[in-house]
């Protein structure tokens, strides 16, 4: 670490000591106004605060619009040095939480832990990314790569309508630092998460009345029943490899042979080599002999969220986290999240590293919480990261093909001013 940093890092951090309740307040404001996924017009008043914080910080805001969620802001300082390269802090604005849920979950602050729907994922993430610039900019701290912000609506249900500019930013930057949730109560950096997808998985059968005629009948009940032991002889443990079904549907009366079934099916893997492995598989029960004479068996779906990988540039960049966490006097550690984030879209293109925001517990949950004392640390060590200069690890882009799945959408670039600027479409 530089000689700079070792001193910049402590002042940073003397600086945000003792704003936890400009922190909570900043908090509450947009706690209040909640903004489920679901419900696109209510994200845009958090979007209208965090224009406000990022313009009284001298940032060009710009709101993006969305085809199926309330959109995206991205924001860069209107004083830039030319030629700089740009790093990206990516959060979102969306919460799991309906409208209505501070009736029964309202925002209070006791014992050192705030309550409420949000604050932990990740609306306290936002906060300490703000608190973060506060200090860089009060201290006269200019990064030696460029900070960039950009923020959407859609991540809690996979950043359908958001992950083409995802990409195209992540493209464009020398690195991501994601402010989801640190990981457990301790708070640890996400260094690496696992993938995801989905299938769904539809049987035809032939319906027959079960007393009159049931040997004319061939069950789609009976044969989706077997593709599903099939489907859980994928999971590997040991390998990270996870198969749950988690919705059935089929038939239409007890005394009528099911003409039609259905299921939805989870995966999780820890690497894109076992995504392929998986969608292999599945696609070999697809195409393989039925159980069930007289049924169809057709699957939908793929392995479309890829795994956060410990890449080369990634590794650097957890050490390097580590290195300013231990000027400030802290100990961080790391560990893979098993669900995912923008963050696995980012890795693929550019060094990555989640779990910067809140310390707490209860994403998605009732008991969701921050702790209190931990906001200025998380703030400060994040302003130490971006403080770093630019990294010498590279990496070839990983490109993977756009979604093209059922209900996702493509969206236009975002103009970063790295490349050439806007190249819509191009994400």
């Known amino acids: 670490m530089t000689p700079e940093l070792q001193t910049a890092v402590p002042r940073v951090r003397e600086w945000l000591a003792g704003r936890e309740e400009e922190m909570i307040a900043l908090l509450r404001e947009i706690t209040v106004l909640e903004s489920p996924s679901t419900d696109p017009v209510s994200q845009g008043p958090v979007f209208d ?5 990022l313009e009284s910080l001298d940032f060009r805001v ?34 799991v939480w309906p409208t209505g849920t501070l009736t029964q979950m309202p925002f209070t602050v006791e014992n050192g832990r705030v309550r409420g729907p949000g604050v932990f994922d990740m609306k306290g993430g936002l906060v300490q990314g703000i ?21 959407n609506s859609d991540e809690e249900v996979g950043s359908p309508d958001s992950e083409n500019r995802v990409r195209h930013v992540a493209r ?54 077997h593709t599903i032991q099939a489907l859980y002889q994928i999971s590997d443990p040991d390998r990270g490899i996870a198969i749950n079904v988690g919705e059935v549907r089929g038939g239409s009366r007890p005394n009528v042979v099911a003409a039609e079934a259905s299921a939805v099916v989870d995966v999780r893997v820890r690497t894109r080599s076992d995504a ?15 159980m069930t004479p007289g049924t169809a068996v057709e699957i939908l779906g793929a392995v479309d969220r890829p795994p956060m990988e410990p890449t080369r540039r990634n590794r650097a960049l957890w050490r390097a986290a ?26 693929l293109f550019t060094a990555t590293l989640d779990g910067l925001g809140s310390v707490g517990d209860g994403a998605h949950a009732l008991h969701e919480y921050l702790e209190v ?52 479409g191009n994400a």
């Open 62 to 95: 710009v709101r993006l619009s969305g085809r199926t969620s309330g959109g995206q802001l991205w924001a860069r300082p209107r004083v830039r040095t030319r030629g700089r390269p740009f790093q990206v802090v990516i959060g979102h604005v969306d919460t």
């Open 172 to 225: 464009r930057t020398l690195r991501a630092l994601v402010l989801e949730p640190g990981l457990e109560p301790v708070g640890k950096l996400k260094t690496t998460r696992r993938g995801g997808g989905r299938f769904e998985v539809r049987v035809r059968g032939r319906s027959a009345h079960t007393g009159l005629a049931p040997g004319e009948g061939a069950s789609a009940i009976l044969e989706l029943s």
């Open 373 to 424: 004392e931990r906001m200025a640390e998380r703030a400060a060590l994040l302003a130490g990261i971006l403080l770093l200069p630019a990294p010498h690890i590279s990496e070839p882009g990983r490109t993977l093909p756009r979604r093209t799945t059922a209900g996702r959408t493509r969206s236009a670039g975002v103009a970063t001013g790295v490349g050439g600027g806007a190249e819509a």
């Open 322 to 347: 580590r290195e300013v966490a231990g000027v400030m006097g802290l100990e961080v550690d790391e560990g893979m999240s098993g669900g995912g984030s923008d963050g696995n879209t980012t890795s």
């Open 131 to 151: 608190f973060a610039l506060r200090a860089l900019a009060s201290l006269g701290m200019d990064p030696p790569v460029t900070p960039t912000w950009f923020i």
């Open 276 to 290: 392929r492995w998986v969608e292999e598989r599945v696609r070999a029960i697809e195409s393989g002999p039925r």
């Open 49 to 53: 605060v965090l224009q406000r914080e």
